[in-house]
């Protein structure tokens, strides 16, 4: 019924899975009672659930009855079928529910020869591994003085109107809902967002971030132990070129300028063959992310001593044979490419981990401004070396102290992994990496980091430590601190300094902490139409499992007792993850800048949404509606100024009121 209803108002074919048929009868017990008996067929690999469910977990299944007339009612519905109880990962509760066949039974009192008449729905959600769905059933029972009959009532819908989604335990039913409705809550108001004074310049915002993770990237390149090799024949290079100083500098500025291009042409490459879109895509898929998680810690086993890693050595000796020999711009350039590809073993990570981290912003431009701030940082010193040549001939020897950088880098690259790791097991539900999971392997690298630091610990091509050195010291003393830091989210503490790289706190099993911000919905459709029963305004909150900003802004900003009272006791929180990879319960065809686009994921679905109707693809991205799916105010992105995003909230709620 979900891809249903979203067809319909999107004037796509509608294609509706129904893997719970319902069957309704009566039964005589003796001459003034009769049961109601509600049969369901469930199919299989789905399951149908009970009808008591805990708080966090799926919808119940619920009979309402409408209009009644002759009969009283003894008691309440129950369950005549064998109750499945069992712990869900999806919802990762322990729940019940019913397998292949179902039956519900209501007794009544009658009187004999008496006619009487009951009518109502059920209301239910039924799931397998991949998708869920929630839909109702019609029921009618009449007895025409002697002769009982049962009936299950037609589906008078047609495509003017659509299922109403179901709605927790205890709330008002909507029993509208036609597609007017429908096509309120989907149509675009791009136009209406921006007649808004809106929160301000997202994009160049996001811009500035990118450039300076960028800019981090490349000063961190720097200390990797495939750059060192670079220096000498830099130095060796340029001391080659000649004596005149004018010509020296211009080459250098050159040089310089040949990284930067280098770096922003395989930028530049990037986006085009794979797209901004495909680009976010990619930063969740499993397949992507479990690779580089291999390749961190293949190289973090390296930087340990247990092998080398390096590109043949044929690649680099030929090109800085062939910049030896020819003259002019070109074996400057070839020589930037010499630099490019000797460090390639210890950038290539960083590099794929910045294109990961600024795909989240969903701009075309944004990979190639996180590859000019690496470049930069990368290619300053060069640019100096080549400025100076003679003053760095007495540059310090590699030694123990690159082998240790080496090192300190190995761990560093191991903690990076288990992100990656983190974002494929979010994305697919599977449950390997909890936040406390995820925690507990932080707390011992950082901790055995500090040991290292120390000399308690010696990997293969270590020195002996005599005496520990004061900076040594200092980073050993900030990793053991950092360790200790973390110890506390282990019971749920919000850990904001690591907001950004740990898993959600819903992954979190054990928790006391209370002050969190948790959505109510998860669907947009079922939440607006809770939203319209309750008369409150939506708060639609456009996430990913891969996006670091998004929870940044949720352990920094909705932790905040301002902004945390007015989400939960005055908007109705809807969450809709763009990177979700469960499949929809049938695919939709829809039609996207003159081309034809199948969603078949909830993800795909969600991000439909945020493009069609809001005009963006960044995340986070915060949008407040009234019941209508109208804007209140206009779009916040990424700020993690606390009084701003209060004053973001009160002008809704003024606008709602």
Excluded at 391 to 408: E, F, I, T
């Amino acid at each position: 019924m979900i891809a249903g209803l979203i067809c319909t108002a999107m004037m796509c074919e509608a294609q509706i899975i129904e893997p719970v048929k319902w069957k309704f009868s009566t039964q005589k017990v003796d001459a003034q009672t009769i049961e109601l008996h509600f049969d369901a067929t469930i199919e299989a690999g789905w399951h149908l659930y009970g009808m008591a469910m805990p708080e966090g977990g799926p919808l119940p299944t619920r009979f309402v009855f409408e209009n009644q007339s002759g009969v009283t009612f003894s008691g309440e519905v129950t369950g005549a079928s064998e109750l499945i109880e069992a712990y869900d990962p999806l919802f990762e509760l322990t729940l019940n529910w019913y397998a292949k066949k179902a039956r519900f039974v209501q007794r009544v009192k009658v009187t004999p020869d008496v006619a009487y008449h009951v009518s109502g729905y059920v209301k239910y959600q039924s799931c397998n591994d991949e998708a869920c769905i929630s839909d109702e059933a019609n029921f009618l029972f009449t007895a025409a003085g002697k002769a009982a009959v049962a009936e299950t009532l037609p589906d008078v819908q047609d495509q003017n109107s659509v299922a109403t989604p179901s709605l927790p335990v205890g709330t008002a039913q909507a029993k509208t809902g036609k597609t007017d409705t429908a096509k309120d809550i989907y149509t675009p108001v791009i136009e209406q967002l921006r007649n808004f004074d809106t929160q301000g310049s997202v994009e160049t915002r996001s811009y500035w971030v990118v450039f300076l993770l960028g800019l981090l990237g490349g000063f961190v390149a720097l200390l990797t132990p495939c750059v060192w090799p670079i220096i000498p024949m830099t130095v060796s290079f340029f001391l080659k070129r000649g004596n005149d100083t004018r010509r020296g500098r211009q080459d250098a500025i050159f040089y310089g300028l040949s990284i930067v291009i280098i770096y922003l042409v395989l930028g530049i490459a990037i986006t085009l063959i794979f797209g901004a879109s495909a680009l976010n895509s990619l930063s969740t898929n499993a397949f992507f992310n479990l690779l580089f998680f291999a390749l961190l810690l293949l190289f973090a086993i390296s930087f340990f001593g247990a092998f080398e890693l390096t590109l043949p050595e044929s690649w680099t000796s030929k090109l800085n044979a062939k910049a030896e020999t020819t003259s002019g711009l070109l074996s400057i350039l070839l020589m930037a490419f010499t630099l490019v590809l000797v460090s390639f073993s210890c950038t290539g990570p960083i590099i794929g981990t910045l294109l990961v981290e600024v795909a989240t912003t969903g701009s075309m431009i944004a990979p190639m401004i996180g590859m000019t701030g690496f470049a930069i940082a990368l290619a300053l010193p060069f640019s100096l070396f080549a400025f100076f040549p003679t003053a760095l001939k007495n540059m310090p020897k590699s030694g123990s102290w690159l082998n240790a950088v080496k090192v300190v880098l190995g761990f560093l690259e191991v903690a990076l992994a288990l992100k990656f790791l983190s974002v494929a097991d979010l994305s697919y539900g599977w449950g390997i990496l909890d936040r406390e999971t995820f925690l507990a392997l932080w707390i011992v690298i950082f901790a055995l980091l500090g040991f290292y630091l120390l000399g308690k610990i010696r990997f293969p091509h270590d020195d002996k430590i005599e005496r520990v050195s004061v900076p040594r010291f200092g980073m050993a003393l900030i990793s053991l601190a950092f360790a200790v830091y973390m110890i506390p989210g282990l019971w749920g503490a919000p850990l904001k300094a690591i907001s950004a790289f740990s898993p959600p706190m819903h992954t979190q099993d054990f928790n006391l902490y209370t002050d969190e911000v948790r959505a109510q919905f998860y669907d947009y459709e079922t939440g607006m139409i809770y939203a319209k029963n309750q008369g409150k305004p939506v708060m639609i909150d456009f996430t990913g499992f891969g996006c670091v900003n998004c929870r940044k802004m949720e352990l920094a900003v909705w932790t905040d007792g301002k902004v945390r009272d007015i989400i939960n006791k005055d908007y109705v929180l809807i969450t809709l993850y763009v990177d979700d990879k469960k499949s929809l319960p049938a695919p939709i065809e829809v039609t996207e800048n003159g081309k034809q686009r199948t969603l078949r994921t909830i993800g795909d679905k969600n991000s439909y949404l945020q493009r069609h109707k809001f005009g963006a693809n960044a995340q986070p991205f915060y949008v407040l509606l009234n019941n209508s799916g109208e804007p209140l105010t206009g779009a916040y992105a990424f700020d993690e100024d606390i009084d701003k995003y209060v004053r973001f909230l009160k002008v809704g709620l003024e606008n709602y009121k």
